[in-house]
Every structure is written in C-alpha cells, then in structure tokens.
Nanobody, 117 residues
Framework: QVQLVESGGGLVQPGGSLRLSCAASGTIFRDNIMGWYRQAPGKQRDLVAT???????NYADSVKGRFTISRDNTKNTVYLQMSSLNPEDTAVYYC???????????WGQGTQVTVSS
C-alpha cells in the first residue's frame, strides 16, 4: 500500500517562502509521476505542479515562476519550493503519486499552508 506523508506546511507572511516535502513508501518511487495539488476552502482541488518519472515538470499558470517541484529518487521524496507567496496560495496542499504505466493514484493526507500577515 502506497503511503504519502507531507510535511513543511505552516503560516508564512506574504512574500515569504516555504518548502513542502512528501515522503513516499510502499511503491517504486522512481516509477511514479509525482505531483502537488491544493484545495482552498469552498473550492475544488486544483493542480499545482507535477514531475514525471523522468523529470519533466508542469505547473499551473498561477504558480509559474514562483514554485519549483523537484524529486530525489534516493530519498523517495518530492519537494515543492514555494516563494513569493500571497494570500491566494492559502490552501491544503496534497501530495499525489501515480505509477506511469497505471491509473492507480495515491494521495497524502494534506498539509495546511496559510499566507497571512
């Protein structure tokens, strides 16, 4: 069973930075497309960024140039470096994994990011 455990969320002031981490277990990490989604109160869960098993990245337009997704296959971990944060980035951030050859998806429990002064 795949387990995804996020960490690194918290309260940050506008203009600040945070780095989220997601540690995966129960899967061959290097075979997974990894991603981050977020869900603000009363809104749907939206894509933030993805990184394929071979390292190609994709970002939502709202975070391009501010967020960077990366992965360390030796640590079974995917990261989301967030900078120039603004209140609109406030949401629960969820880690996502899908084997590149399958439709099988897994989700983390989420970590809260709050951007406020």
């Amino acid at each position: 069973q795949v387990q995804l455990v996020e960490s690194g969320g918290g309260l940050v002031q506008p203009g600040g930075s945070l780095r989220l981490s997601c540690a995966a277990s129960g899967t061959i990490f290097r075979d997974n497309i990894m991603g981050w989604y977020r869900q603000a109160p009363g809104k749907q869960r939206d894509l933030v960024a993805t990184i394929t098993h071979y390292g190609a990245t994709n970002y939502a337009d709202s975070v391009k140039g501010r967020f960077t997704i990366s992965r360390d296959n030796t640590k079974n971990t995917v990261y989301l470096q967030m900078s120039s944060l603004n209140p609109e980035d406030t949401a629960v951030y969820y880690c996502y994994a899908r084997l590149f050859y399958s439709d099988s998806e897994s989700w983390g429990q989420g970590t809260q990011v709050t951007v406020s002064s």
